[in-house]
């Protein structure tokens, strides 16, 4: 079964619920990918991205990754993370649009 962290009608897929709870669980889907990322641990980024559909750029995190740990990088700290649900509702809260996809801001050091 495949799991995708992004979800909502624009990705034809609500089996996440509408509302609060398709943000939940898109968060929760991103915070795994988030912690594995916070470790450190290259090897795991894309089978968690393949399996659970947590990023849109699964390689390119990985590249990021890899190249900052060849420049010295030991260590990933999560700056800021949010989702387009928690914007979108903060500016429009009637907004019916129950798609959600997440951001975050990371940086290698």
């Not at 939940?24 to 991205?49: G, Q, S, W």
């Amino acid at each position: 079964r495949r799991v995708h962290g992004h979800t909502g009608g624009h990705f034809g897929h609500r089996g996440h619920g509408r509302g609060i709870e398709a943000e939940k669980f898109a968060r929760n889907n991103d915070f795994r990918l988030l912690e594995i990322i916070k470790r450190m641990d290259i090897l795991n980024i894309l089978p968690e991205v393949n399996r659970n559909q947590n990023a849109c750029g699964g390689g390119a995190i990985l590249a990021t990754m890899a190249t900052a740990t060849q420049l010295g990088a030991q260590q990933a700290r999560i700056l800021d993370y949010t989702n387009s649900y928690i914007v979108t509702h903060e500016k429009n809260p009637n907004d019916s649009d129950d798609t959600t996809v997440g951001y975050s801001s990371i940086v290698f050091v």
